[in-house]
């Protein structure tokens, strides 16, 4: 049946006939779709071709894109999964740490400076210093008047210490998050870490010791320049110094104080981060390698120079070192057949990497957190360096420090302090 219409653009003829595909004329000798009829103006009846449309083909099965899958696998490995050391890098955000659903990529920044956002809860950026549904915020403790540089939590105290560059430390009621008492130090504080009772901070030619029950005070002398780091394992404490040494002291109960014990030189330039693991003491620096040192003897075992600009931080994970740098990546170290260890995954960021930590989440599974100079932290799993989401701050963090009860503190270059916790999503 022919219908005349008319419409915007004149007369236009319609056919309004049902093709051979619905069982409304003969079948189509070509199997092809009549090209008039998609246009509305097929006039030959009977029309040899097709007045429907063909049914659409099956899709085929999408190849997997490698021999595993999404998930790459070494052929040569064997076993599912491949190696020991592909397991970096290959969990659901793939070997660039990035997740399949990306979070938003960065808070509102009117709200991240502290001044009213005229969007109010219109705005399409979140109001949060977060975006992860892993952790939350639970206080801002604000004080310091520089960058806050050190975070310790004294063993059996209900205090919580910070240094900073403005020369003080203060002590922070865990109960009401109020400031408690502040100490000056006289020089700005470079690192604090707390070992039992004891509260040690580093300083210009200077690690000063606390014992936060006895209330006793004492300076160790001997370092040249700025203390970066400080450690504590075979009942030493090491002080990493401006002028590349690591000096020891032993805690002496004859005397009630710590004497020197032995000064570990290597490096060419400042030793910015320590970290103990098993009898290994692990020593970065701004000349751009880690050194490995034996805590039995103190000796230099092993110089690890893979990284290309300064080594901002170290970490141990498990039977792994981690270390970052600003040459933009995380590298991943195992030890081969030989004991030497080797990188067996380097992560790559955008930016240049500031500080490591680690903690086990709500559940229990360890999260690698790394500060980075686009003043932002980025959570990852392990070992998959799947994204857990993002901490935004005003100004660098050059602080991280865990707690107890999934609890954890990030201290940034304006001085803030923040208090964070996990969140288990399971019950979530």
């Known amino acids: 049946m022919d219908v005349e219409t008319d419409g915007r653009f004149g007369n236009k003829r319609v056919h309004n006939r049902l093709g051979p595909g619905s069982g409304g004329g003969p079948s189509s000798t070509t ?18 071709y097709l007045h429907s449309e063909l049914p659409e083909a099956a899709a085929p099965p999408k190849r997997p894109s490698g021999p595993g899958g999404n998930v ?33 990529d960065r808070p509102c920044k009117y709200f991240l400076a502290g001044t009213d956002c005229s969007y109010g ?32 939590l004294p063993t059996g105290s209900d205090k919580l210490y910070s240094g900073s560059k403005d020369g003080t430390v203060r002590m922070w009621d865990c109960q009401t998050g109020q400031c408690a008492g502040v100490s000056p130090m006289g020089r700005e504080v470079g690192c604090m870490i707390s070992e039992g009772p004891w509260l040690f901070v580093g300083i210009p030619d200077a690690v000063k010791v606390w014992n936060t029950q006895t209330s006793a005070v004492m300076d160790l002398t001997g370092p040249t320049g700025q203390v970066y780091a400080l450690a504590v394992a075979s009942e030493l404490l090491f002080a990493a110094t401006q002028d590349g040494r690591i000096l020891a002291w032993r805690f002496s109960a004859a005397t009630n104080r710590f ?55 170290v970490l141990c994970w498990d039977q792994f070192l981690l270390s970052c740098s600003l040459d ?12 030497n260890l080797e990188v067996t995954y380097t992560h790559k960021e955008e930016q240049g990497a500031l500080a490591l930590s680690g903690m086990p989440d709500a559940q229990s599974k360890p999260v690698l957190l790394c500060s980075l100079n686009d003043n932002t932290v980025r959570l990852y799993d392990l070992p998959s360096f799947s994204d857990r989401g993002r901490i935004f701050s005003k100004q660098e963090i050059r602080a991280i420090q865990m707690g107890p009860a999934g609890l954890f503190f990030t201290g940034d270059g304006t001085g803030e302090l923040k208090v964070w916790q996990w969140v288990d999503r399971a019950q979530t």
């Open 328 to 339: 933009q990546t995380i590298k991943v170290w195992a030890a081969t057949e030989t004991g």
């Open 31 to 48: 199997g092809k779709v009549c090209n008039y009829w998609r246009a509305g103006r097929c006039n030959r009846f009977p029309c040899p």
């Open 72 to 104: 790459w696998r070494n052929p040569n490995s064997g076993g599912r999964g491949g190696g020991g050391h592909n397991r970096w890098g290959r969990g659901p955000g793939g070997g660039s740490g990035t997740a399949a659903h990306r979070p938003p």
């Open 259 to 313: 004497e020197p014990a032995a000064s570990l030189d290597g490096h060419k330039l400042a030793v910015v981060s320590l970290i103990v693991g098993g009898m290994r003491l692990y020593s970065a620096s701004m000349d751009k390698t880690i050194r490995v040192w034996d805590l039995a003897t103190l000796q230099c075992i092993q110089t690890l120079s893979d990284h290309t600009d300064v080594v901002m931080s």
């Open 121 to 152: 809860e219109r705005c399409r950026y979140p109001h949060s210093y977060c975006i992860s549904d892993s952790i939350t915020m639970l206080t801002l403790l604000k004080g310091h008047e520089k960058g806050v540089t050190g975070i310790a």
